[in-house]
C-alpha cells in the first residue's frame, strides 16, 4: 500500500507549485528568482521544527554565504570575459589586416615579376639587335682593311720606285764628279799626298805612345759596369746560400717524412697481400644476364649508374620476384594483437601474383582514396586501417587479406624502388606520413611557379625563367641546390629549352625523373642536417625535457612558428599538444630517432651550404622519404 504524505508536506509543496508558477522566467537572473521560493519553503520548514532549527540554520547560512561567493566570482569572471572577447576581435583585425596586407604586397611582387619579365624579354631583343649592328659592322671593317692594305702595298711600290730614281741620279752625279776630278791637275794632287803621308806618320807615332801608355788601363765605364755586376752576383750568391740552407732543412725533414712514408708503404703493401689472399675478387655482373628474364638488353637497363650493392639489390628482387611468383598462397601470421590489421588472419590466403606496375598502380590508387577520405573527415586516419578497409570496400571481407599480403610481400621485395619503399615504411610506422604529402606540396608549388613562369603558354621555358622559378617555389634552397636541380632537368650548354611538364612524369613502376629524385635527395640532405644542428645546439644532454628542445628549436631557427613548434614537440614527446610535462624527459637518442622519422623541416634560412651535395645524396637510403 503506498504510504501517503504528511499534510504539512503536501501545503508545502503546493505552495512551492503555485510560487514558481507565478514567476516570470523571461526576466535576467532566472535562477536567483527560482531560488526565493525554496528559500521561504526551507525558513517554514525550520520554524515548525524547531529542534532541528539550529542545525538547518547553520546549513542554510553556510550554503548562503556560498552562492555569494560563487556570484562574486562569477561577475569577475564576466568583466575577465569581456575583456577577452575584446582581445579577440582586436586580434582577428589585426590578423585580417596583416592577411590583407600579404595579399596587397603579394600582388606587389607579382606585378613587379612580370615587370621584369617583359623587361628581360626586352633586353634579349635589344641584345639581338646590337648582334646583327655589331656583325655588320665587323664585315664593314674587314672590308676597309683589304682597301687600305692595297692602298698601303701600292705606296710601298711607289716608294720603291722612287728610290731607284734617287739612285740611279746619284749614280749620275758621282760618275760626273769622277771625271771633273781626272781633270784636275797632277801637282796638286801630288802635294796633298805628301801632306797626308805626314799626317799618317804623325798619327801613327801618337798612337804608339798611348799603346805603351795606357795599354794596361780599363775604363771607367766598364770599370763600373763591372763593379755594378760584382754586387749583383754577390746578392745573388748570398740568397742562392739562403735558399741552399733552407732546402737542405726541408731535404732533412724530408727524408724523416720519406722514412716514415717508406715504412708506411711497407704496412700497407702487407696488408694490401693480408686482404688479397682473405678477399673474394670482384664479381662479373655480366654473367647475370644470362639468367635474368629478358637476356642482356634488360639487365643492361637495370645495372645502369649502379653501384655493386645496388646491383645486388636488383638481382635480389628479380630473383625474389620470380619465386614470389611462383607461390600460390601465404600463411596467415594469426590474430594477434601485435600483428597489423592488415596482416591479421588465420589460415591460407591466396598469392594474387602481381607484377611490379600493378602494385605501383594500387599503390597510387589508395593514396588517392585516403586522401579523399581524411579530407571528408576532416582528421588524418591511420594508413595501416585504411589500407585494410581499402580492400575490403573494394573486394570484400573474404579477399580483402589475398591482396593485403599479396601488397605486402611485393613491397618487402622491391626495396630500391622509391614509391614502394616509401608507403611500406608508413605503413609500417617507420615514416611519418607527412613526409609524403610534404613532397606532393613541394612538386605541385614548383609546377605552379613554373605555370606562372610561362607566360605564353608554349610549355617550353628557358634556362634563366626555369631558374627564376626555382627560387621563387624554394626561397630557402641555397645557389649550389637551384644549380643542382638546374643540372637535373636537363640544361646543357646545346639544350637551352626544355619542356616543364615532362619534368613531373613516373613510368609504370614509379620511376620519377630527376628533378623529383634530387628533391627528393636535397629534403633528405637538409633535413639530417637540420637535425645535427638540433643535436649539437642540444650538447650533452643525456635526456630532454620539452623546454630543451623547444629552445634548441628557437635557437637553430629563428622562423619557425608557435604552432608548428607544438607540433614538432607532440611528436617528439609523442603525447598530444596540451599534456606536454615540462618535467618528462626522453633519452637523446631516442628523441633524434623519433624526428629522424618526421616530417621536420626548416622554416626559415639556415646555415649556407658549401660544395657539391651530389656524392651525398646517392649515399642517401632512399627508403627514408
Keep these: 500500500m503506498p504510504i501517503s504524505k504528511p499534510r504539512y508536506l503536501e501545503e508545502l509543496e503546493s505552495h512551492l507549485r503555485t510560487e514558481l508558477q507565478a514567476l516570470d522566467l523571461t526576466k535576467g537572473k532566472i535562477q536567483e528568482l527560482k531560488l526565493q521560493p525554496y528559500r521561504e519553503v526551507f525558513e517554514c520548514f525550520m520554524e515548525e521544527f524547531k529542534t532541528y532549527k539550529p542545525l538547518l540554520a547553520s546549513i542554510k547560512r553556510e550554503y548562503e554565504s556560498t ?30 589586416a596583416f592577411q590583407q596586407q600579404e595579399k596587397i604586397e603579394i600582388a606587389k611582387l607579382k606585378e613587379e615579376r612580370l615587370y621584369l619579365l617583359k623587361l628581360i624579354d626586352k633586353m634579349t631583343e635589344e641584345k639581338c639587335s646590337l648582334e646583327t649592328q655589331v656583325a655588320k659592322l665587323r664585315k664593314t671593317v674587314a672590308e676597309e682593311y683589304l682597301r687600305y692594305l692595297n692602298e698601303c702595298d701600292a705606296r710601298k711600290l711607289l716608294l720603291l720606285d722612287l728610290n731607284e730614281m734617287y739612285r740611279q741620279k746619284e749614280e749620275l752625279r758621282l760618275t760626273k764628279e769622277q771625271e771633273d776630278v781626272l781633270d784636275e791637275d797632277t801637282v796638286k794632287l801630288k802635294v796633298a799626298l805628301k801632306v797626308a803621308r805626314q799626317d799618317l806618320t804623325k798619327a801613327q807615332i801618337d798612337l804608339n805612345t798611348m799603346q805603351a801608355n795606357y795599354g794596361d788601363v780599363v775604363p771607367r765605364r766598364e770599370f763600373e759596369l763591372q763593379e755594378q755586376r760584382y754586387n749583383e752576383l754577390d746578392y745573388k750568391l748570398s740568397v742562392l746560400q739562403k735558399d741552399f740552407d733552407d732546402l737542405r732543412d726541408e731535404y732533412e725533414i724530408m727524408l724523416d717524412i720519406h722514412k716514415q712514408v717508406s715504412e708506411d708503404r711497407d704496412r700497407y703493401f702487407n696488408d694490401l697481400i693480408a686482404v688479397q689472399r682473405t678477399s673474394t675478387p670482384r664479381p662479373d655482373w655480366n654473367k647475370c644476364a644470362e639468367v635474368i628474364i629478358g637476356g642482356n638488353e634488360r639487365w643492361n637497363s637495370l645495372a645502369v649508374g649502379k653501384t655493386s650493392d645496388q646491383l645486388v639489390d636488383v638481382l635480389l628482387e628479380e630473383i625474389g620476384g620470380g619465386l614470389l611468383r611462383e607461390r600460390d598462397t601465404f600463411v596467415g601470421r594469426g590474430r594477434s594483437e601485435k600483428i597489423p590489421p592488415y596482416l591479421r588472419c588465420d589460415g591460407l590466403v591466396k598469392n594474387k601474383k602481381l607484377t611490379k606496375k600493378d602494385v605501383v598502380i594500387l599503390l597510387r590508387d589508395i593514396w588517392r582514396e585516403k586522401i579523399i577520405a581524411d579530407q571528408q573527415k576532416g582528421r588524418q586516419s591511420s594508413l ?34 622509391e614509391m614502394m619503399a616509401l608507403f611500406l615504411n608508413v605503413l609500417t610506422g617507420s615514416v611519418d606520413e607527412g613526409i609524403y604529402h610534404n613532397h606532393l606540396l613541394e612538386l605541385n608549388n614548383l609546377l605552379k611557379e613554373l605555370t606562372l613562369a610561362d607566360t605564353e603558354s608554349t610549355g617550353v621555358l628557358t634556362e634563366e625563367q626555369f631558374t627564376l622559378a626555382l627560387k621563387m617555389a624554394f626561397p630557402l634552397k641555397t645557389e649550389d641546390e637551384i644549380e643542382e636541380l638546374v643540372e637535373a632537368a636537363g640544361f646543357t650548354t646545346n639544350v637551352g629549352n626544355i619542356l616543364y611538364r615532362l619534368l613531373f612524369l613516373e613510368d609504370d613502376e614509379g620511376k620519377t625523373e630527376p628533378v623529383v629524385t634530387k628533391l627528393r635527395n636535397q629534403y633528405v640532405i637538409n633535413k639530417q642536417t637540420y637535425l645535427n644542428e638540433l643535436r649539437a645546439e642540444l650538447g650533452a644532454l643525456l635526456d630532454v625535457r620539452p623546454d630543451d628542445l623547444r629552445a634548441a628549436f628557437c635557437i637553430v631557427d629563428h622562423s619557425i612558428t608557435e604552432q608548428t613548434l607544438e607540433s614538432y614537440l607532440s611528436y617528439a614527446f609523442q603525447v598530444p599538444k596540451d599534456q606536454l610535462d615540462p618535467a618528462v624527459s626522453v633519452p637523446m637518442e631516442t628523441l633524434m630517432q623519433r624526428l629522424m622519422t618526421g616530417d621536420i623541416h626548416r622554416q626559415g634560412a639556415g646555415q649556407p651550404q658549401h660544395g657539391p651535395t651530389s656524392h651525398t645524396a646517392e649515399e642517401t637510403d632512399h627508403s627514408g622519404i
Design 67 to 96: 552562492i555569494a561567493h560563487l556570484q562574486e566570482k562569477i561577475c569577475t569572471l564576466e568583466s575577465v570575459n569581456g575583456v577577452l572577447v575584446t582581445a579577440a576581435d582586436q586580434c582577428t583585425r589585426q590578423i585580417l
Design 384 to 417: 595501416s586501417d585504411f589500407f585494410l578497409g581499402y580492400f575490403q570496400k573494394k573486394h570484400g571481407e573474404t579477399v580483402a587479406f589475398d591482396w593485403t599480403y599479396s601488397i605486402y610481400e611485393n613491397l618487402k621485395l622491391y626495396r630500391s624502388n
